[in-house]
Nanobody, 125 residues
């Protein structure tokens, strides 16, 4: 299993970025694919995930309405479109994959076995 995140950068508050996560080596119909972030001096938090089996998408309240997770099945890429960015969105963003097996804690990093490297997002005020 390989996950490769990219697309981070520096953006002004109110701007947009699109992150990409190239996934390979597994059938994501059996997985949740999630985006996490870690702000400076804070714990890593799950912010959005989707279930490969049925395409259901989930968001935490802090990003709902501003971030959109989407999938390119043909290219095995998961995107995170981030609009109306705020300085508090600054952090290292990771994509991760977790095998669905019974009850799944959507935004708990322990649910996800496979991780990509982080991509840095910096939002200036």
């Amino acid at each position: 299993v390989q996950l490769q995140a990219s697309g981070g950068g520096l953006v002004q508050a109110g701007g947009s970025l699109r992150l990409s996560c190239a996934a390979s080596g597994f059938n994501w119909n059996y997985y949740y694919i999630g985006w996490f972030r870690q702000a400076p001096e804070k714990e890593r938090e799950g912010i959005s995930t989707f279930y490969g089996s049925n395409g259901t998408k989930y968001y935490i309240d802090a990003v709902k309405g501003r971030f959109t997770i989407s999938v390119d099945d043909a290219r095995n890429i998961v995107y995170l479109q981030m609009d109306s960015l705020k300085p508090e969105d600054t952090g290292l963003y990771y994509c991760a994959a977790g095998l669905s097996n019974g009850y799944f804690y959507l935004f708990n990093e322990r649910s996800y076995e496979h991780w990509g490297q982080g991509t840095l997002v910096t939002v200036s005020s």
